[in-house]
């Protein structure tokens, strides 16, 4: 039985259509409410979201632009499902011989969908059934498709990020075959031998034409428009939809913003939150924590909300052995090659332990959840008491409240050295798993220059963990732990947040900072001023990273990482301690140096026209800095959503402390330093506002325009590649985190610029 899902009610089957469904009767969605649908047009991308009640799925079209570098754009069809992380990759070429500028590829409006439609073909034998996509394409001359890849998005990845690697085993098994109604079309099998993904093309008018090359593999198009067909026999997730993913309280956010509550959408599911579309269209726990926290005023609370989707999701992926948190997990078609390279055959997932970040915003999240607020209060028992379920097969036996349990071990047990007496050593600070050369959110290899002792996580991710443990063991939610730890977690978080910023702290004479960035300034080639008046006095920021790269003791980028102090640390609302009053001296002169390098334009700061910079290497003095943060580099001087909506965030927790009679914090009555940080909290603002068309993507960059004086947001796909990096990180059109500006907004309370 093929059901092929019309729009709106409408039928949507022209003749040809109808050919390409072959024998098999159409017949209108079996989903009792209309499919939800995004078009989002990003040159030389174009992006178009679909979902109904049985299928989610982004397609991507890629055509060359004038200006595109066509050593890395080449004309090229995705097919992505978040079910089983998979996905179809079809790249094309021009038939004669002309340079890949020269052919271009669209998804149009046709009989077939407007302009896609949802493929769902049950055969009623009992197996799944076939979940997927049709639409039209047109080639506007005559085209081969030359390499296609069908299976898992990651084995797609594996080609499109880096070396282009393409595994024989999985490519030798793509079958081309003429379809009966004049069509051809791909298939492969996939590993586990029981699931098959199809890409099929028929001409969409009688004088199309799409025949099979000599190889069996590629396929030749005359120009013209084709149906595509893009679907596989793989179980489904199911999604939240966006009334499921918001608190009751933010339903408004529907009409008033459709796009990002559709996106919100798209990206939730009954168990698990994905990180972003098309490249990461599955769980990341870093992504879908820090995602939880930043949007908790807006995400549904309870059982069978987005909030417990997170927390169950992570929970359900812990390593029991040593309370990891899980990464990244690989399931799917990829997940069945990865078992066969360690030589066992299998299905089962794999998840990936290496980043040392996640494991702490678990508690923090939680605490947020089942501590500070009611509904999660509420559900504490319920929750803690379910046992973890089949996505995990090494976890069941466990319930959620031991899983929980096994992760606080964890981190008092990394937390105790550095916390005994005389024992504030760079030793015992948290390092980076043996072997890894990343583990917190500046995950590429350059990410944090080689640096084994990441700023954020020790400054800022340790003691909010610590005090979150301290808060949920005082709440009663480690029952099935007989350790009390709410005095212990708590001792040790005073000496983590008092003792651990001084190691990262970098004070630089104002006249060498000058001296520093007007270098760097004539270096790079920047044709803008080099802002060094701006320069009133000692600069000072936080190291990205101890122990780097060409024995650097202190990797000397200026960064954004400020952001997880402010967010996660000493603000009114942490519910934790009565006492969890900060060194007033050192907090005084840590907002205010966030303030100054925020204040401050590139490459005397962070600022610029196209939002705040994630990294500035300025004042480094190290060649390779230069070299290795640029704006073609995935964590250089780039500008990424998520950590503008948590500095924003967290200036405003911090500018809300000096509004709570009786607890204000010294720095409040500083004249020059809350004047600071207004002015930095509304500065950036400012620049959020002039950026809205870039903030729901995961990064992009900027290029100088001389004649306007301002800086120009710029994909980071269009960029120069750092050196080392043959190809261009493409970004996500939309990521988790970036959405949280659903529900980080500017409090005017703290004035405007
Ligand atoms: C559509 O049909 C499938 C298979 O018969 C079923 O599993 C699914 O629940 C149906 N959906 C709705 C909304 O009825
Ligand atoms: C054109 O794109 C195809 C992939 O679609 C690629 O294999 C080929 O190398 C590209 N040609 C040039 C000249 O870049
Ligand atoms: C097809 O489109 C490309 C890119 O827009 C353009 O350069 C080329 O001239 C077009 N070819 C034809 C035959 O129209
Ligand atoms: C395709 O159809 C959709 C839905 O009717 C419409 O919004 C869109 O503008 C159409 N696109 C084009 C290029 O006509
Ligand atoms: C799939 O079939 C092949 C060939 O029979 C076999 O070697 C392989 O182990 C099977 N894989 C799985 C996951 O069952
Ligand atoms: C392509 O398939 C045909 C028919 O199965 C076969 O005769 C031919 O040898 C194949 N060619 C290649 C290059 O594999
Ligand atoms: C774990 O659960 C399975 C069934 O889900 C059961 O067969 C097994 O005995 C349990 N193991 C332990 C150690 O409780
Ligand atoms: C102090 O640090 C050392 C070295 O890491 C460690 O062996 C010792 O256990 C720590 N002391 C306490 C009280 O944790
Ligand atoms: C910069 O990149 C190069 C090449 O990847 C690497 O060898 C070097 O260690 C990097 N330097 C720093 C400080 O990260
Ligand atoms: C705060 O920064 C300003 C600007 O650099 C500086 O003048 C002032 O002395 C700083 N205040 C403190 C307490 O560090
Ligand atoms: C809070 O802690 C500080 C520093 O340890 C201490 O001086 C102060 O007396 C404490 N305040 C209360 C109310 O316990
Ligand atoms: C703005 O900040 C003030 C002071 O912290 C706070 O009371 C108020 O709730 C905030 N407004 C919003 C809309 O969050």
């Known amino acids: 039985m093929l059901h092929l899902v019309s729009v709106g009610g409408l039928s949507l089957f022209g003749a040809v259509a109808a050919t390409a469904a072959a024998a098999a009767a159409a017949s209108t969605s079996n989903c009792s409410s209309a499919p939800v ?7 030389p991308y174009d992006n178009f979201f679909y979902s109904d009640c049985n299928t989610a799925v982004q397609v991507v079209v890629t055509t060359p632009q004038p200006d595109s570098d066509l050593a890395t754009i080449s004309p090229r069809f995705i097919a992505a499902w978040p079910a089983g992380n998979s996905g179809i990759a079809a790249y094309f070429a021009p038939q004669d011989g002309a340079n890949n500028g020269s052919l271009s590829i669209q998804i149009v409006n046709s009989t077939v969908g407007s302009p896609l439609a949802a493929i769902y073909r049950d055969d009623s034998s009992g197996s799944t059934p ?6 039209t394409l047109r080639f506007n001359s005559s085209a081969s498709l030359t390499t296609p890849i069908l299976g898992s998005i990651r084995t797609i990845r594996d080609f499109t ?14 079958q081309a075959s003429s379809l009966p109604d004049g069509g051809a079309g791909l298939q492969r099998l996939w590993l586990d031998n029981v699931t098959t993904t199809h890409l099929n093309f028929t001409p969409a008018a009688t004088n199309g034409s799409v025949t099979i090359g000599d190889d069996n593999q590629t396929l030749n198009f005359d120009a013209g428009d084709y149906i595509f067909a893009a679907e596989f026999n793989y179980p489904q ?10 608190s009751n309280s933010s339903a408004s956010l529907i009409q008033n913003d459709p796009e990002r509550t559709a996106a919100l959408s798209f990206l939730s599911y009954s168990n698990k939150l994905l990180a972003g579309a098309w490249r990461f269209l599955t769980y990341f726990g870093r992504d879908s924590m820090i995602s939880a926290l930043l949007l908790e005023p807006i995400l549904s609370k309870g059982e069978n909300s987005a909030t417990e989707a997170v927390i169950a999701a992570v929970l359900e992926r812990l ?7 899980c990464h990244e997990e ?30 702490f915003y678990l508690p923090i999240l939680m605490n947020q959840y089942f501590v500070q607020n009611s509904v999660g209060r509420s559900r504490t028992n319920s929750f803690s008491s379910i046992t973890a379920g089949a996505i995990n097969p090494a976890n069941t036996n466990l319930t959620y409240g031991q899983l929980a349990v096994i992760n606080a071990e964890r981190i008092l047990g990394l937390a105790a050295p550095f916390a005994g007496p005389d024992n504030q050593t760079q030793a015992n600070l948290v390092h980076l798993k043996d072997n890894e050369v990343v583990g917190q959110w500046r995950d590429s290899a350059d990410g944090i220059g080689g640096g084994r002792i990441p700023y954020d996580v020790n400054t800022a991710l340790m003691p909010a963990a610590l005090r979150a443990i301290a808060s949920l063991s005082r709440n009663g939610f480690f029952t099935s732990s007989s350790s009390d730890w709410s005095s212990l977690a708590d001792e040790y978080a005073q000496v983590w947040e008092d003792e651990t910023l001084a190691f990262f702290r970098v004070t630089v004479p104002q006249s060498q900072a000058q001296q520093l960035v007007s270098t760097y300034t004539q270096t790079i080639a920047f044709t803008g001023p080099n802002q060094i008046d701006s320069i009133d006095g000692d600069v000072v920021y936080h190291a990205l990273a101890l122990d780097g790269s060409n024995n650097q003791s202190q990797v000397l980028v200026m960064n954004s990482d400020d952001c997880f102090r402010h967010f996660l640390l000493s603000n009114s609302n942490s519910n934790t301690n009565t006492n969890t009053t900060t060194d007033q001296t050192q907090l005084t002169l840590f907002v205010n140096q966030t303030a100054n390098n925020i204040r401050r334009t590139f490459p005397a700061g962070l600022l610029t026209d196209a939002g705040m910079l994630i990294a500035n290497p300025a004042y480094g003095t190290d060649p390779s800095y230069v070299e290795n943060w640029t704006t073609g580099a995935y964590h250089g001087t780039v500008i990424w959503g998520w950590p503008l909506a948590m500095m924003a965030k967290g200036l405003e927790q911090q500018l809300g402390r000096c509004n709570q009679q009786g607890q204000q914090p010294d720095f409040c009555v500083d004249t020059v330093v809350y004047n600071n940080v207004k002015q930095a909290y509304n500065m950036l603002w400012d620049s959020i506002e002039a950026n809205t068309a870039q903030l729901s993507q995961e990064v992009w960059s900027w290029v100088y325009n ?11 796909g269009v960029m120069a590649p750092p050196p080392g990096q043959s190809v261009q990180t493409e970004s996500d059109i939309r990521q988790l985190w970036s959405l949280t500006f659903l529900a980080v907004t500017r409090n005017t309370t703290f004035g405007s610029s």
């Open 319 to 325: 390593d029991r052995v040593d309370g990891s948190v």
């Open 237 to 246: 997730l199911t999604q939240l939809s966006p009334a499921q993913v918001l």
């Open 37 to 43: 649908t995004l078009h989002l047009p990003d040159a």
């Open 130 to 135: 076939y979940f997927g996509v049709t639409g």
């Open 161 to 174: 990020e880096g070396a282009s690697v393409l595994q024989p085993q999985i490519q030798d098994a793509i």
């Open 330 to 359: 690989t399931i799917g078609d990829y997940a069945t090659w990865l078992n066969q390279g360690a030589g066992v055959v299998s299905t089962d997932p794999q998840y990936d332990y290496k980043m040392i970040d996640s494991d």
């Open 706 to 716: 001389s004649a306007n004086e301002s800086f120009v947001a710029t994909p980071l």
